[in-house]
């Protein structure tokens, strides 16, 4: 925990945005939120480990979206994010933020032994340990709010703080180290195992990962895995786990094909990609897998990375026949087309793909790209404009939008949507002079200026709004 402390940018402490309620005994949600926002957003742009990978991404957000929806406070709202890093952890920051290392999703045995920690993590949202711990350890709790706090004030302000990165590891790591007290674990176990059974997962892989990460504590002693340091597990957790899977009547849960997916492809990305495509060449060929279609994704996946577009398309196909739909199938597949120089075709798996997954966001975003690699930046244009209209805050399709604009030479709704996409993420500065620039860009028509002259007079009331709260 000294490390934390030893932070160095204390004289900052002064600029802090105001926390709103954080001085007081108790968080409030809303300041949770506030904060787990910015710390994402921070996380997003700054944090090298952050994996930007919306397939990866929209998967954990579909596994643990189902478990938000069972647990039981279900409106907190919940928004998981992988981040690339083998140890095996995961960890909730405050407001319903949980990020999960890919270590963690690659040593889990089954879909339910994953769902079981993101159900654990759920809990201590829903619980509000986070805020109960930090006012626990009253000494810390300062000291850890400054550090988020930090982490505000680098994401607000639109000046390249050179600690901002730090910043927000330092707060990540606050939420890595918070170690939760055996009062809390035990109100986790028991909330997250009624979670798991009511969204349907094997409630058996609970105990089961947990004795599993106890017998490499007993093993590595030192190299214990992170998330024990945090989440302290004894024996007694274990039996208390087993004693509640008594009273459940036994099912069979089988995985989803997409656990399989995600895992297949977090390995074919992984190291070498000679010993990727070899280690997955080696398990087709012996047949050694829990999904033949998984594997052979995986494969195509190596092979992808290896520009052997021929031999990736030969894999998916094997993977079509032996009737696998998955999305991520179909960006392979489209990938290995347009690598192959047929873009006309690979562009059409892709429109057939999201008529068939109309809001998978990872294909959409892949389909855009692909568009602009192609120069059909009208195409890219309208179909980021088609899909945020069911979903307006997507950065992810501000940025294909404000692309496709730069690129058919219209700076300034580039520079007007740039601006959305900043203040989107609460980065009202940056919004402003972005649409400063748009404002003085040549090329916008009377309707256009007036609209982001409208627009820019909003923001700057916020900013001001802003800027007085945070010297209240
Ligand atoms: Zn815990």
């Known amino acids: 925990m000294a490390g934390v402390l030893a932070f160095g940018s204390l004289q900052a402490a002064n600029d802090l945005p105001e926390l709103g309620e954080a001085a007081s005994e108790e968080l409030s949600l809303a300041a949770e939120k ?51 890093d083998p140890t095996i952890n995961a960890f909730a920051m405050p407001g319903g933020f949980i ?43 300062m000291a850890s709010l400054l550090v988020m706090g930090l982490a505000l004030l680098a994401a607000r302000s639109n000046t390249q703080m050179a600690s901002a990165a730090m910043a927000s590891s330092q707060a990540g790591s606050i939420q890595a180290q918070l170690s939760f007290s055996r009062q809390f674990e035990r109100e986790a176990d028991r909330m997250g195992f009624e979670t798991l059974q009511k969204a349907g997962f094997d409630v058996r892989a609970m105990s089961g990962f947990f004795q599993r990460l106890l ?20 024996v007694e957790r274990i039996s208390d786990m087993q004693n509640r899977e008594q009273r459940v009547r036994y099912k069979q849960v089988p995985d989803g094909l997409d656990f399989h997916f995600v895992r297949a492809k977090l390995r074919a990305l992984k190291g070498n990609v000679g010993d990727a495509v070899k280690d997955f060449q080696v398990l087709v060929q012996d047949r050694k897998y829990p999904s033949e279609a998984a594997s052979r994704y995986g494969l195509a996946i190596a092979l992808l990375r290896q520009r052997d577009w021929a031999g990736a398309e030969q894999q998916v196909l094997a993977a079509k026949k032996l009737r696998a739909a998955s999305p991520m199938l179909e960006r392979a597949y ?63 399709l501000h940025h294909l939008l404000a692309r496709s604009y730069a690129a058919l030479g219209r700076a300034s709704q580039n520079h007007r949507i740039m601006a959305e996409s900043y203040a989107l993420q609460g980065q009202t500065l940056a919004a402003i002079e972005q649409l400063e620039l748009a404002q003085h860009a040549p090329d916008a028509n009377f309707y256009e200026q007036s609209v982001i002259d409208a627009r820019l007079r909003e923001l700057k009331r916020r900013r001001l709004e802003e800027e007085k709260e945070k010297y209240r």
């Open 99 to 141: 990020g999960v290392h890919t270590g963690l999703i690659l040593a889990a045995q089954s879909e339910s032994e994953l769902a079981s920690v993101l159900a654990h993590e759920i809990a201590h949202v829903t619980q509000r340990h986070i805020a109960r711990q930090l006012q626990r350890e009253k000494q810390m709790s």
């Open 334 to 396: 489209a990938e290995s087309r347009i690598g192959q120089g047929d873009a006309i075709g690979g562009l059409k798996i892709y429109q057939e793909a999201i008529a068939r997954h109309p809001h998978n966001a990872a294909l959409v975003y892949a389909y855009g790209d692909a568009l602009i690699a192609q120069q059909r930046f009208n195409e890219s244009l309208k179909l980021a404009e088609e899909q945020l209209r069911f979903a307006p805050r997507d950065i992810r």
């Open 34 to 84: 506030r904060i787990g926002q910015q710390i994402m957003n921070d996380i997003r742009w700054r944090e090298p480990s952050y994996l930007d990978d919306p397939e990866i991404e929209g998967y954990l957000n579909q596994l643990g979206g189902r478990l938000a929806a069972a647990c039981s406070d279900p409106g907190i709202g919940f928004y998981f994010f992988p981040i690339n």
């Open 215 to 234: 017998r490499a504590t007993q093993v590595y002693e030192n190299n214990a895995p992170v998330y024990l340091r945090t989440h302290p597990l004894n």
